[in-house]
Structures are given as C-alpha cells and as structure tokens.
C-alpha cells in the first residue's frame, strides 16, 4: 500500500492567500476610549448563614404519635378486615369478575380491590 505526502505537490494557485502590506493595515479603534481597565470578576452579596429552627420537643413528637395512634379506626386501616367471611367472598367474587385465579398471591390485591370498592 503506498502512502501519500502533501510534500511532493505544489500548493495550488487558489490556496495561495496575499496578506496585505503592514503600510496599508490600519487600526480601526472601536468602542469606549476609557482607560480604565475593565473589572471582570463578578460581585457576589455576603449573606450570614442561617440558623437553623429549634428542634421539635421530644415530649411533643411523642404525644402527637400516641394521639395518632388512638384515634385511628379500622376504617381507616386498609389491611385490618372488619368481617372476614364477607371480605374474603367479595375478593372471591372481585377475582372472578376481573377474570384472575384466587389464590394465596392474588388474594391481598383481592381483598383490597373488594374494601376499595366497599362489597364486604
């Protein structure tokens, strides 16, 4: 396989660039004249740091959990079945008009579908 060099051509007629003589260059000045230099770097405010709000009470935290707790019904708690006969044969009937078997994996989506929809 040969390989070429650029060295053996001669440049071509339309590479050839003509610069200009340096007694025909002018300097054209545009732009402000001022000669005071130019500050580039960009001024950011200072700002004190923050502080940080108190910390919630240990007492408080543990009060407002134990009020949750207690006033929590079974309404509310989607996994606690309020009769278990009547849930379990509205997942039964949920699975057969959703067309999927009732079985062990099937059997929560089910029931939950059967409690959202209120059948029990």
């Known amino acids: 396989m040969t390989t070429r060099s650029s060295r053996s051509k001669a440049p071509a007629k339309g590479d050839i660039q003509v610069t200009p003589e340096e007694g025909r260059i002018e ?6 004249k001022s000669t005071e230099p130019v500050n580039l770097e960009v001024q950011t405010p200072t700002e004190e740091p923050i502080p940080a ?32 006969v009547a849930l379990e044969k509205a997942a039964e009937q949920v699975a057969k008009e959703c067309g999927f078997e009732f079985n062990r994996g099937t059997s929560i989506g089910a029931r939950l579908m059967a409690r959202a929809q209120q059948r029990f």
């Not at 300097?27 to 402000?32: P, Y």
């Open 27 to 32: 300097n054209i000045i545009t732009g402000d």
């Open 53 to 84: 709000p108190e910390a919630t009470p240990a007492e408080k935290i543990q009060t407002d959990i134990r009020d949750k707790l207690s006033n929590r019904s079974v309404d509310e708690n989607i996994f606690v079945p309020s009769n278990p």
